[in-house]
C-alpha cells in the first residue's frame, strides 16, 4: 500500500494540483495558500468526524509528542508560501530546479539520519538521478537559493511525518489546524479578486481536496516505505509536471531538460527493477 499511497501523492501534485492552480490564475498567491488552508480544515474536520461517526477511524487524541507537529505545519506552509511566489514573480525555473533535488536530500537523509542502506543497483540509480539535476543546475548555470529552500523544507517535512507516530489524518489535522488562524487573519483583512464567480468559488473550495488528500497519501506512504523510496519516486511529480507544460499547455522543451527527463526516469527504473528483484526470489520459495 506504501508504494500506491505515494504513487498517487505524486500524480496529484504532479498533473492534478497545477491544472488546478493554472485555473486560479487570478487569485493572488497568498489568497491561494490562505483558501487552501481554510478549506482543508473544514474537509479534515468532516473526515475526522466521519471517521469518528463510523467508529472505523484511528485513535483521535493527541499526545505531547505530536507538538512537533506545530514545525511541521510552519515548514510545510512556509514550503507552499516560497512555491508560490516564485511562480508569482516568473521563478519557475527555480521552483521545479527544486522539486528535481528534493528527493536527493530525501535520500541524503534516509541514510544520515535513519541510517537506510542503498544496494549497488540503488546506489546507480541514484547516481543517474544526480548526474541529471546536476545537467539542470548546469543548464541554469548557477543553484538559486529558492530552488535549495524548496528541496531542503520538504525533504524535513517528510522526514518529520516519518518520525512522528500518528495517523496520516489526525496529523494532517493537526498541522492543518495550527495554520487556520493566520489563513484566516489574511482574508480578513485581504481584498477580494476581482471577478469572483461561482465557479470561481467552486475552484478555491476544491483546493481543500487537493491540498489535503495528497498530503494524507503522502504521509502514509512515508510512514510505510523508506526515505529513499520515496525520494527516487518523488521525481514522478516533477517529471508529470514537465510532460504536462510540453503537451498540453505547449511550453518548449530544451535539450538540457529532456537529459534532465531521460536520466531521472532511467534511475527511476533501475531502482524499480533493484525492488523487484527480491519479490521475485520470495515468490520462488527462496526468502531473502
Known amino acids: 500500500m506504501g508504494l500506491i499511497y505515494a504513487l498517487g501523492a505524486f500524480l496529484s501534485w504532479g498533473l492534478v494540483v497545477p491544472v488546478h492552480f493554472r485555473l486560479l490564475d487570478g487569485v493572488p498567491a497568498w489568497g491561494i495558500l490562505a483558501h487552501r488552508i481554510v478549506w482543508s480544515s473544514l474537509f479534515i474536520a468532516l473526515l475526522?468526524?466521519?471517521?469518528?461517526l463510523l467508529r472505523r477511524g484511528p485513535r483521535m487524541t493527541l499526545q505531547r509528542r505530536h507538538?512537533?507537529?506545530?514545525?511541521?505545519?510552519?515548514?510545510?506552509?512556509?514550503?507552499?508560501?516560497?512555491?508560490?511566489w516564485a511562480v508569482q514573480n516568473g521563478r519557475m525555473?527555480?521552483?521545479?530546479l527544486g522539486y528535481f533535488i528534493n528527493p536527493l536530500v530525501n535520500v541524503a537523509l534516509g541514510a544520515l539520519v535513519l541510517r537506510e542502506t542503498l544496494r549497488p543497483m540503488q546506489l546507480a540509480a541514484v547516481a543517474l538521478a544526480a548526474l541529471g539535476v546536476a545537467a539542470a543546475v548546469a543548464a541554469a548555470g548557477s543553484l538559486p537559493w529558492i530552488a535549495l529552500a524548496l528541496a531542503l523544507s520538504f525533504a524535513v517535512y517528510g522526514l518529520i511525518r516519518k518520525l512522528v507516530p500518528i495517523d496520516p489524518i489526525l496529523g494532517l489535522g493537526a498541522e492543518t489546524f495550527a495554520?487556520?488562524?493566520?489563513a484566516l487573519a489574511y482574508l480578513a483583512v485581504a481584498p477580494a479578486p476581482p471577478g469572483q464567480g461561482a465557479g470561481q468559488w467552486l475552484l478555491?473550495?476544491?483546493t481543500g481536496i487537493t491540498t489535503a488528500v495528497p498530503l494524507m497519501w503522502f504521509a502514509a506512504a512515508a510512514a510505510r516505505l523508506k526515505l529513499s523510496t520515496i525520494g527516487l519516486m518523488q521525481y514522478i511529480a516533477p517529471s508529470c509536471l514537465m510532460g504536462l507544460s510540453v503537451?498540453?499547455?505547449g511550453e518548449a522543451l530544451p535539450p538540457s531538460r529532456a537529459l534532465v527527463f531521460g536520466l531521472i526516469w532511467a534511475g527511476l527504473a533501475l531502482y524499480a527493477l533493484d525492488a523487484a528483484r527480491?519479490?521475485?526470489?520470495?515468490?520462488?520459495?527462496?526468502p531473502a
Not at 48 to 52: D, E, K, N, S, V
Not at 67 to 84: E, F
Not at 179 to 182: E, I, Q
Not at 278 to 286: K, T
Open 48 to 52: 475526522l468526524a466521519g471517521l469518528r
Open 67 to 84: 507538538a512537533v507537529l506545530l514545525l511541521s505545519a510552519l515548514i510545510i506552509a512556509g514550503n507552499w508560501s516560497l512555491y508560490l
Open 93 to 96: 525555473l527555480d521552483a521545479s
Open 179 to 182: 495554520l487556520l488562524p493566520l
Open 204 to 206: 478555491l473550495i476544491l
Open 247 to 249: 503537451l498540453v499547455y
Open 278 to 286: 527480491p519479490r521475485r526470489r520470495a515468490s520462488g520459495g527462496n
